[in-house]
């Protein structure tokens, strides 16, 4: 039987992710990060965007403000990650069909890109991007630590069992991961028109208690949701 894929609806958290085809790393070098970086900035609006424009663009902080500056918000980003073979989002749509339309020009103008740079054609990504409904406040607690810890599983990835035993080291990583959000809310806001500091207020009393609950965890410690390991 098909996937009955939820309702999306406007005002709720959605925790948004996939992974590329074949283990394929999709962000080779920085150069892939900051375009992807800049999709998220760049196609959030109802406006149309066309691809020549976002192929072309030479950076992320030069030429976009023009083509941004267009339409109406499609989706607040609450935070992100991207490591080498796949991204995590947590998106809240402000509009209807906000986040099937920031994914969709999402994913087809990164592989644009990525094919065009690599001389190759075909699809990029696991099929449809994947999403679950942020219900609770412990899970969207739970989901912004989630999200930056994925920093953390190259150089220290028994975090997911043993915890964080070294808390120092863990916040270095966390906050010299250039591709994340975690930065922009402990420290200065490295993403101005994708992170808004003030996201965060929703579910923590401030940016030392945001910190110190990313910095306590473990994939265990979020027994409690009932929502497990994802």
Do not use: C
Not at 75 to 101: E, M, Q, T, Y
Not at 103 to 115: C, D, E, L, S, V
Not at 185 to 198: A, L, M, S, T
Not at 210 to 227: K, P
Request: no cysteine; proline share 4%; net charge positive.
């Amino acid at each position: 039987m098909p996937t009955v894929r939820p309702k999306i609806i406007p005002g709720e958290l959605y925790h948004v992710y996939n992974r590329s085809v074949e283990g394929r790393i999709i962000f080779p070098s920085q150069r892939y990060y900051s375009r992807f970086i800049a999709a998220l900035r760049l196609f959030n609006t109802t406006a149309q965007i066309a691809l020549r424009d976002f192929i072309k663009l030479p950076h992320i902080n030069t030429g976009i403000g023009s083509l941004y500056n267009k339409g109406e918000r499609l989706v607040d980003v609450g935070a992100f990650i991207l490591v080498s073979n796949h991204f995590h989002l947590l998106l809240r749509p402000l509009i209807k069909n906000g986040l099937s339309l920031f994914m969709q020009k999402i994913g087809t103008g990164y592989t644009a890109y990525f094919n065009l740079m690599q001389k190759r054609s075909g699809v990029l990504f696991q099929g449809k991007y994947k999403n679950k409904l942020v219900d609770k406040d412990s899970y969207a607690r739970y989901i912004q630590a989630y999200i930056p810890l994925n920093a953390l599983d190259k150089e220290m990835p028994d975090w997911r069992t043993n915890g964080i035993i070294d808390v120092q080291r863990a916040k270095k990583i966390l906050l010299t991961h250039p591709w994340s959000s975690f930065s922009s809310y402990v420290e200065e806001n490295r993403f101005p028109g994708i992170i808004d500091k003030k996201f965060i207020n929703d579910f923590f009393d401030d940016r030392g208690d945001y910190e110190q609950f990313v910095l306590s965890r473990t994939d265990d410690a979020y027994d409690d949701t009932g929502i497990g390991s994802l």
